[in-house]
T-cell receptor
Framework: QKEVEQNSGPLSVPEGAIASLNCTYS??????FFWYRQYSGKSPELIMSIYSNGDKEDGRFTAQLNKASQYVSLLIRDSQPSDSATYLCAVTDGSRLTFGEGTQLTVNP | DGGITQSPKYLFRKEGQNVTLSCEQNLNHDAMYWYRQDPGQGLRLIYY???????QKGDIAEGYSVSREKKESFPLTVTSAQKNPTAFYLC?????????????FGDGTRLSIL
């Protein structure tokens, strides 16, 4: 069974801080990695994707991938209360996505 | 506006009843997926389809059935054999056959037992 594990939450950070969300995966054949944000009662929305080792930045979000360590992370800089949500890590080998259970983030004003 | 439409938003099932959840997409995506999400948990794959008239079981297919008669449509039937159907059901779609294609989700259907 391919597994995706995320750091246990909930995670609480003050407004303006950096939130760090981590994810490890078991399948070395994984090719693509995604972060989805899910607000309470809503469906997941894609916020970042990463395919190559290193960092990828998009606004306040930075995704980091280390295939040797089978590790992917999401950093949120200058966290805002509107970032409070559950963040889902998803990994694919090209055939189907496998999701982690999510990390709940709360940003306190 | 391109997107994925799920209906109904809320659905109630009586004992012994089959219910069907609708999923339609106008993104011209080849692949469509059904997931189940229980409170505080991640998404679990029920069924997926890469092309019309073909579909594969996911991790929790028992008690569910699907059809894919049209590219745009992928309805999910929750049968009476599914003894614990209360959950949030999410439909997704993606381009198939090209690397690095993310899945995009509809707004979901909440199913409860009466």
């Amino acid at each position: 069974q391919k597994e995706v594990e995320q750091n246990s939450g909930p995670l609480s950070v003050p407004e303006g801080a950096i939130a760090s969300l981590n994810c490890t995966y078991s399948d070395r054949g994984s090719q693509s990695f995604f972060w989805y944000r899910q607000y309470s009662g809503k469906s997941p929305e894609l916020i970042m994707s990463i395919y190559s080792n290193g960092d990828k930045e998009d606004g306040r979000f930075t995704a980091q991938l280390n295939k040797a360590s089978q590790y992917v992370s999401l950093l949120i800089r200058d966290s805002q209360p509107s970032d409070s949500a559950t963040y889902l890590c998803a990994v694919t080998d090209g055939s189907r996505l496998t999701f982690g259970e999510g990390t709940q983030l709360t940003v306190n004003p | 506006d391109g997107g994925i439409t799920q209906s109904p938003k809320y659905l109630f099932r009586k004992e012994g009843q089959n219910v069907t959840l609708s999923c339609e997409q106008n993104l011209n995506h080849d692949a469509m997926y059904w997931y189940r999400q229980d409170p505080g948990q991640g998404l679990r794959l029920i069924y997926y389809s890469q092309i019309v008239n073909d579909f594969q079981k996911g991790d929790i297919a028992e008690g569910y059935s699907v059809s894919r008669e049209k590219k745009e449509s992928f309805p999910l039937t929750v049968t009476s054999a599914q003894k614990n159907p209360t959950a949030f059901y999410l439909c997704a779609s993606s381009i198939w056959g090209r690397a690095h294609q993310p899945q995009h989700f509809g707004d979901g259907t909440r199913l409860s037992i009466l």
